[in-house]
């Protein structure tokens, strides 16, 4: 096999992997409609992420009802407490799942995500701090938090996401035509250490490739927002998405680096010769580098960065696998990388713990909305008098009417019934 066809075939394997690696973790953690809403529940555990949604809750029902607006702090703080509640865990959950059907399997045009019953808690959790300003809130106002489709970019993405579960079912084939382009390649080079060696460069470029695509995806989306919350938000969301397929990309490199590492031969010098590659690809790689640094810095000094550890790692596991005792230690190594990526990459931490016990935490059991008159009902313990109302809807009526004073504590009963005592 020539100098070119082996090049081409190092070049094409390396291609089939990364599509291979993107495709099965894909798989793993976006097609399936389970590990997607856990990863958006692990995401809740940052307060960043709750606090945005408490703001887009807010938005929506100001924007149904502009004469809540004097009331925005108050929805904020009490969105944000049912957004950290177990019970808002699993609605949350099913919610993105509703989401991942309308993007990946129903086909909607315009997906978007709401939380059936917020509005409901959120007013409880008002009552308990401003009783009157919480019966101006309606009960079954739920929002809409997301919508994806209203922009061309949107909708082309909704237009891909329903062909992405077709081409992830290729991931198998993909990586197995890798693998096998290169252990043909150092099969057929003139050296087969020699070759091996070059399947082992090709597949670390293969997980290097993915690591630099991986922070520069991550530092353009970054750029998209000038806020230190906005900033959170999107490393949140994209460390609970994304931030596995880091450490599977590492753990492909370094298993490229192992062995390349392994089949170097002692003579070979350790590095490669910048002179030895074509004259095109040298061009090419520094109008890459200077065009990068040029359109943003920060970026280039973090894919220098990845580069040269890609360097070191190598130089060090050549040092250390170049004895007698390579092939074992080899080995070794290899089972080290898999373990590591196995266990820094087995999924969400928190959120399948957090959604099963949100699952055990009882829903809010809808009242009657039937209206009905005031029903006056025995005096509490204290002796103040109390009045029950029919429905959410008659209590806040008579709220607006400025029947009901300031101070005044309201409780939902279980039957539906809403009952105001004075303060």
């Known amino acids: 096999m020539g100098t070119l066809p082996s090049r081409l075939t190092l070049l094409v394997s390396a291609a089939c992997i990364v599509a291979a690696v993107l495709a099965l973790y894909a798989r793993s953690a976006v097609l399936d409609a389970d590990p997607f809403a856990d990863r958006a529940v692990e995401a809740l555990a940052q307060d960043e992420v709750t606090d945005e949604i408490a703001a887009r809750f807010s938005t929506g029902v100001i924007e149904r009802s502009p004469g809540l607006v004097t009331l925005r702090p108050a929805l904020e703080t009490a969105a944000a407490d049912v957004a950290t509640s177990p019970w808002f865990a699993a609605r949350f959950a ?16 315009r997906p978007s995500l709401h939380v059936p019953g917020m509005a409901a808690r959120v007013q409880a959790s008002l009552a308990q701090r401003t009783p009157v300003l919480a019966l101006r809130l309606p009960p079954d106002a739920d929002p809409t938090l997301m919508a994806i489709g209203s922009s061309p970019r949107e909708r082309a993405l909704l237009k891909a996401a329903g062909r992405a579960d077709g081409l992830s079912r290729l991931a198998p084939i993909l990586l197995v035509l890798g693998l096998l382009g290169l252990l043909l390649a150092a099969l057929g080079a003139p050296d087969r250490r020699r ?9 670390a470029g293969a997980g290097g490739a993915l690591v630099a695509t991986w922070i520069g995806a991550r530092t353009l989306t970054l750029e ?19 931030g596995d397929l880091r450490i599977w990309s590492l ?14 031969r002692p003579e070979q010098r350790a590095r490669v010769s910048w002179s030895r590659l074509p004259a ?6 520094l109008l890459v580098a200077g065009a990068i640094t040029l359109a943003d810095r920060d970026l280039a000094l973090d894919l220098v960065g990845v580069a040269v550890a890609g360097v070191l790692l190598y130089l060090g596991a050549r040092q250390l696998l170049s004895g007698r005792a390579r092939i074992v230690l080899a080995g070794a190594a290899l089972l080290v990388v898999t373990a590591g990526v ?3 990459a087995h999924g969400p931490d928190h959120a399948p713990p957090a959604v099963a016990a ?52 309201v409780k939902v009963r279980s039957d539906g019934r809403v009952c105001v005592r004075g303060g």
Request: aromatic content about 6%.
């Open 280 to 285: 095109g690809a040298r061009g090419a790689v």
């Open 342 to 344: 196995a266990v820094a």
């Open 224 to 242: 998209g927002f000038d806020t230190s919350t906005g900033d959170a938000v999107v490393k949140t969301i994209w460390g609970a998405y994304l």
């Open 358 to 409: 949100a699952k055990r935490t009882a829903a809010v059991k809808p009242g009657s909305t039937a209206p009905r008159s005031a029903t006056p009902s025995a005096p509490a313990p204290s002796g103040s008098p109390r009045i029950c109302f029919a429905s959410m809807q008659d209590a806040r009526a008579a709220a607006e009417r400025a029947a009901i004073p300031a101070g005044a504590v």
């Open 195 to 203: 070759g091996a060696w070059a399947s082992g460069l090709a597949l």
């Open 94 to 109: 099913a919610g993105v799942r509703s989401l991942h059907r309308g993007i990946f399997t129903a086909g909607d045009p």
């Open 251 to 264: 753990g492909l490199a370094g298993a490229g680096i192992v062995v390349a590492a392994v089949a170097a």
